[in-house]
């Protein structure tokens, strides 16, 4: 299978994985083994379709790796929070709504941990929704910080290792709190930005929101899903909010700092980033592979746990599996391969070849050869390499 911008589309493709409508994620438009027609194609293009799976002659292996369930869970997540909260009528999540999310979030966990080496579901990154809006991000942080924490499984286990072998290994609540992150924003003027602005502090309003939702969370439903949202804008340098002041009553207080943040929030800091940057400032989306640049290069740095960027910078690839990608030389090729020590250097399987002349080339040792287009987007200034792994554990 493989993943190609709808605008290449051309009859006689076969669907090789259902195709949602964006306006209405509940609804299927193309079902998977469904040959496209002029149509299709044209209907796939007027709703705003940008990208689909297709079956491809010479990628059939890819069919294994790649988990298109995973896409329908994370939907399943978006849409029923839809349904669950209105903006200025949400008042409190009940423990009938925790039990139905925990059901959603722990379907995505078993799915990830049935998934070809559990994280590669992280390679429908590009895949996601990147509609603008609060429920899509949530879902999006929900999915990946699932996703990574699996990846970052015996470092959470040591940064929990107080809380009991029964519960060093429980996910469902860092899915849980990831849902519901933002979920004091619904308090929030339909004025207000959905993200936190990067380059100044955020408004006294916005500041509030990590507060109002751990007050919409019961006491009674889960002390580490209230801790991810009124955690998730503390910063690992100390320069996050909300100051403890305003929890504790006390006027000393600061805001947390490094390891005195739980690690679920600190999971949803790194996570609620990235799917910032996966929109541009008018809320259109950006390759996967911009946003691991910007957080690759080290200005935003100081907010995060090293080791979790770290995963993710590693853990979540710039290029997913199976998307079509242009090389610099002009050449069209698929991803078949990833590389978490070069995310940026896959290995990949030129088209447009035979089946017989099936050429597979690993950009890792190719100098001069690189990535130059993903799904019709240049990246030629997104590129980024990272420092060895042994590097980083020494520092
Ligand atoms: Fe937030
Ligand atoms: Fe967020």
Redesign the pocket.
Known sequence: MLLIETETLRPGLEAAAPVFDPARPWLKLVLTGAVLDERAIRLLRRRGVTMMWVRWAGLEFLDGLVNTKLTELRLNLYTQLKRDFKPNQAKAVSVTQYVRYCNLVDGLIIELLSSANNGLGAQTADLFDKQPGLFSHSANVAYLALTLGLRLETYIMHERRHAGANYTRDFTNLGIGAVF??IGKLTLPSTQAIH?PLAEPPTHEYAR??QSGYEMIPERISALARAAVLH??QRFDGAGFPNMQTITGKSHLKPLAGRDIHIFPRIVAVC?VFDHLCHDDDGGPRPAVAALHDLANGNLTGRFDPVILDGLLRYVPPFPIGSRVTLSDGRPAAIIALNSRQPCQPVVRLLRLTKRSQQNIDLAKRAGLHISEILGVNVDSCLYTLPSAELCQAR
């Open positions: 992150h933002d936190e929101h990590p998730h804008h609620d």
